[in-house]
């Protein structure tokens, strides 16, 4: 199981720093959240929020990734991020990506992109690109930031990344980039590496040409850990977001994995919407579940199973208006931090699904709409809004996830595909 290995927090965080030794005997003094002046606020919210002290003041030896929260462009923020972290302690939550250029082409303003609160340990930041030198330079400058893994997009399907040059899941077809890509990220980390790709590109979506790019990239770099979104990209004609149901989910293609690569790490993604699904898949024998967009359209009733379900913690006592309490201080010792940004808007925004199918959250929404008008802090919002959903709802600790028995992931253990034979002659000249 994949671990980011031997991270040892020797000093307690003071308010401003959090000093951690790292297994390669090299100090870093770590800013958690850069320059004083524009941090001061975020400072005063870990000094009063005291969920999870724990996590970050005794030696830090992180879970294994059994249940991750995907990364997703403009979802999955510190705002996002904070909210998750507040229902699941265990959870591994992935930045959005964030590409190699924007992080080099912005040294003077990083903590905007790459800081994040130590409460969400464990964090994997991802990123994006297609020229070594900037890939490298982007993690050296990120591993100041101390994320607990390192992962590259060969993933993203989108026109803008995908069609510029080689990004994204365009680098499916060229995994020798990818090896080059992956070897350089390890070199500037002290940290794990992974690789979220999909199963296959276009025409190129045989399990064999899915085997030979994770066979070349694991075999020439550092990699042991793939998150496998489960269905291909259509490069041609569909948007990204069409690209995320319209092909088909083959999770065959994900268990022969595991079967053919029994050295190799994987994470499966694509389509898993509840926690019984996600129970359903480590039965099966999945290393790890990411899960994305039910997580973030309804976390509290799928992040909120995680740590009793996925890592064995006794059912969890927090209420929905604790959660709440700790978001508002959060939300408003961050409001305005970077000028305009954040607004009310960015820091509710990860909220809008919290109430999900609970009575009073259409009121809810109604209302939020109209905050928006004139709310200033998240503390008004929520005085002027909350009235609309039921004590009962705010009050009342996570209740046991209804049982729907899912065989999706053994009816794709009946169709695997033959097994891997690594084909001598392509690998000669690969
Ligand atoms: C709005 C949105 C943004 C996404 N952005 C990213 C991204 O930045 N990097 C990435 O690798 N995948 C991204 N994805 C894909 C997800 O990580 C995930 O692979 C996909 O949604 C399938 O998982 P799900 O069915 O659990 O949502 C994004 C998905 C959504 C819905």
Redesign the pocket.
Known sequence: MMKPAGHTLIASLTPVHSVILKNHGRLFSHLIYGKLTKSRKLHCYHRKCQFHKDSVMVATRYPPPWFSV??????TDNHFRTLARLISKHAWLYT??IAAETIVYQTGNLDRFLAFGPEQHPIVL?IGGSDLENIAKATELANAYGYDEINF?C??PSPKVAGKGCFGVRLMLDPKFVANAMSVISANTNVPVSV?CRIGVDDHDSYNELCDFVYKVSSQSPTKHFII?SRKALLNGISPKEN?SIPPLKYEYYYALVRDFPDLRFTI????NTIDEVIAARNEGAHGVM????AYNNPWNLLGHVDSAMYGSPPSTITRRQVLENYQVYGDSVLGLYGPKPNVRDVIKPLLGFFHSEPGNGLWKRKVDAAFLNCKTIKSLFEETLVAIPDSVLDSPITAAPISFSDIFADAKNILPPPYTVQEKELLYA
Do not use: L
């Not at 995907?70 to 979802?75: F, G, V």
């Open positions: 995907a990364p997703m462009m403009d979802y959005e990506m991802q997009n993933g993203c979220k979104h995320r993604n694509g389509g898993i899960i994305g967009r039910a």
